[in-house]
């Protein structure tokens, strides 16, 4: 499967391309006469990406497959992460599913009944899906032949999850497993940015992923994607850990740690690599500099909250050398002063 290009889409790859989260989601979304045919025991990830390629930075897609009173069916997300909704969508999702039915053909290597595919749209934009549902809607016939031949005209209507009208509330009414719930519910306001106030309505989901088998890669995952959306003058990540558990903000304390520690070896690796070009490395150790300044600040955030004025300005002029020394000294700091000690 194609990797991700976007944020969105690892997010929302890294929770569901198991089939515990993915089967999660679909038994949730389907219609219920559905989800009682489906042997769920037999659900599997499939290969194959499906999407357009000029569109890989806006959606993302997985494949399932599980028997259907005996058949083999498949379930097919479509994650739609654009700000506008697609009047399209039924036409693009019809030539996805007959790109499907070409690939389904090829593997097996012989002319089979085209299995049913289920289309499932998850959309997280800034306003609700009002697109039509169906491919007939968007077919232009007059209403009285549509009605006289209704085999003329083609059909295709999919499943959407549209997580502009959930709340936490309705989010954990899913019953998903804890990293998927909190996955969907930062993809949910990412837009509006409202898990800086919504975080701690979802923090016993935090405490439960410290202890799934692989917690370290969910946290991150989740905390990565609040640090790559931010802009330039928000601290996602300290304000979302600073509404968790104790135990919950010292373990992403402890990723941000290791995240530090390894930008600033892959920094060292570049600037030996570089160090020929002098021009370029002065320009490559300022930008170099300006990040670890970012990650800095969002340390200060963790450990202390919001630093003052005087402190950003203090760690604006700092060098890369001042920059590294406080990093190291927060950890094991209680106080901003033990940071600025003898400084």
């Known amino acids: 499967m194609s990797e991700p290009s976007q944020p969105h889409d690892s ?63 498949l379930f097919y997300f479509l994650v739609e992460h654009q700000s506008s909704v697609d009047a ?8 996805y599913v007959t790109r499907i039915w070409r690939w389904y053909v090829g593997e097996s290597k012989q002319t089979p009944r085209l299995p049913l595919v289920v289309p499932v749209v998850v959309y997280h934009g800034e306003r609700r899906w009002t697109a039509a549902r169906s491919l007939s809607e968007l077919v232009d016939v007059d209403s009285t032949l549509r009605e006289a031949c209704p085999e003329l005209v083609p059909d295709l209507r999919y499943v959407l999850e549209d997580l502009t009208e959930l709340d936490a ?41 410290r202890e799934a088998p692989d917690a370290p890669r969910a946290l991150w995952s989740i905390f990565s994607y609040l640090s790559t959306i931010s802009g330039a003058e928000e601290d996602l990540v300290g304000v979302v850990a600073g509404q968790l558990s104790e135990p919950a903000r010292e373990d992403v304390m402890d990723l941000v740690e290791h995240f530090a520690e390894q930008k600033k070896e892959e920094g060292r690796a570049e600037g030996r690599a570089e160090g ?68």
């Open 276 to 343: 020929h070009a002098e021009g370029h490395a002065e320009g490559h150790a300022e930008g170099h500099a300006e990040g670890r300044r970012t990650l800095l600040l969002k340390l200060f955030t963790l450990k202390f909250g919001p630093p003052s004025e005087p402190i950003q300005k203090r760690i604006a002029a700092a060098s890369i050398e001042d920059i590294d020394r406080w990093a190291e000294r927060i950890l094991t700091a209680t106080t901003l002063e033990d940071v600025f000690v003898s400084e």
């Open 88 to 95: 399209t969508m039924a036409w693009r999702l019809w030539r």
């Open 169 to 209: 509330s309705a989010l954990r009414a899913r019953s998903l497993p804890a990293f998927a719930t909190v996955a969907l519910w930062a993809l949910r306001t990412a837009s509006d940015r409202g898990f800086a106030t919504t975080a701690a309505e979802l923090s016993d989901l935090f405490d439960a992923l």
């Open 11 to 73: 997010l929302f790859k890294l929770a569901f391309s198991d089939t515990a989260s993915g089967g999660a989601l679909l038994r949730a979304v389907l219609p219920e006469a559905l989800v009682e045919r489906v042997d769920w025991a037999s659900l599997a990830l499939r290969s194959g990406s499906f999407t357009d390629r000029d569109l890989g930075g806006l959606e993302s897609d997985l494949l399932f497959s599980a028997d259907v009173d005996g058949r083999e069916a």
